[in-house]
């Protein structure tokens, strides 16, 4: 035991020492190149997001850098901005959803947007309620099968419950991922809280598994994991022009389908404040919306950027018409509803 | 004590194939604390993030949840110095077969709490290392080619 304690104290010594000599190495000399720090999720960021292009374009002209800083899902991003807050250094936000927004706002100070004269789509004008953060893309939720793999297609949410397709969907978990969010709320925003819930109940029985961010969730859909996912109406055009694969269809729900806008705001503690907002502007004009929408596959807000392309030709799916935005208290007590349910299932 | 280290591998030679495994896991892991060491884990809150991320879709008891939440995020510094010195221990322990077996079971402790906090993704492998730490433990892997065994030759005890 003796030996023990000396040999685990010695380690820790060690350890003490080496740190505090390598502490200066942080206190390196600024280089007088500003760097503009962006703090997005890994599908925007990363080398297929619309991310490093937006920095290609961006750095050309501003005299500066960008660094991304990865979040690896939109629905982690707050909790990150809430346990790093100034110390995660980022200048600009880039991908909260409108379920955050109450959250992000009760939690973090942000500058003032100025966003009059935006000529955005009709799905998006509800979205510019408030002067903090400014919507960059949206899409339509949907779940996405692969043709021909199911005898009787889903036309309602109550098709869900169908037995063929037992322990065959995948959704995203509603406390980690954004859509997860979104499909609760569509099924208590049509079925009613009550109602809704006893549903959710139902579904437990159908899930493959409740994926902890988008990409784990179409990720077991496309590897044959589980026959239909929720995703986005624009799914099967990224496997058509991607991959040149017709096999996938979007689902037209009869319910009318939730929307999701993802929102941009500059924290006030921005230290290259004016560079976040140029890029602000950079991503809400032609180009940096055309780029947002080739990678992102999600519709951009500005008018007109979309005709000509192939996600001019996207269905029209009947969705949710009003725009609501849940408070940050309903979100939770949502959450811990289905957090029971879930647990009540020993999943 | 170096005699006795070769020595091991006559006596208890069984343990073997065993000590490989030690010796590789300690070097996993000695990879792994020379990168936290190296990279921003102690500087920056990651620990915090990655259970502020994987914890509330983890099947950890609503008590820890709470814990972790309400102590061990606010206090990430801490518990990312607590983290890298415990796989530096593990790795040189490993390593050098010296008092493996309590090493061992702060290893199940180790790969116990990452399991909850850790993601989907890495829970078969904690949940591999920490039946490889609980073999360890038990069969005292560091008495062969280790320092473990000099000190079970003339001490013998549970701790060897």
Redesign the interface.
Known sequence: ?K??IL??TV??V???I??IN?APD?NKPQESTPILRIFGYASFTGQWGPGPGLKEIFEKDCGCQVQYIE??DSG?LL??L???GE?LGADLVVGLDQFDLQKALAEQKWRELNISGLDVYDEVKPALQNNYFVPFDWGVLAFVIRKNELTQIPHSLDDLLLPELKRKIVIE?P??SSPGMQFLYWVIRTKGEDEGFKYIQKTMEQVHS?A?TWS?AYGLFTKKQAKTALSYVTSPLYHQIEEKNNDFIALEFTEGHPLQYEFMGIPEFCKNCELAEKFVNLILSDAGQKLIMQKNYMFPIIKNVKEGTPFADVPHFKTLNDFQIPSAQEVERFLKKW?EIRRGEGN | MLVAFFESVKYVGHLLPISFLRVFLGYYYLQQALMKFKGDFLTRPRIADQIAEWLPASHAPNWYKLFMSSQIIPHWQSVAFIIVGLEFAIAISYIAGYVVRPVALLGVLLCFNMLFFSGPMSEDLYKTFLAIHFIMAWVGAGRCLGFDYYFFKRRRGIWW
């Open positions: 035991m030996h023990f040999f685990i380690v820790f060690g350890l003490f080496a740190v390598k942080e979040g690896s982690v909790q990150r809430k346990i790093e110390s978990d406390r980690t409740y902890p784990a957090s």
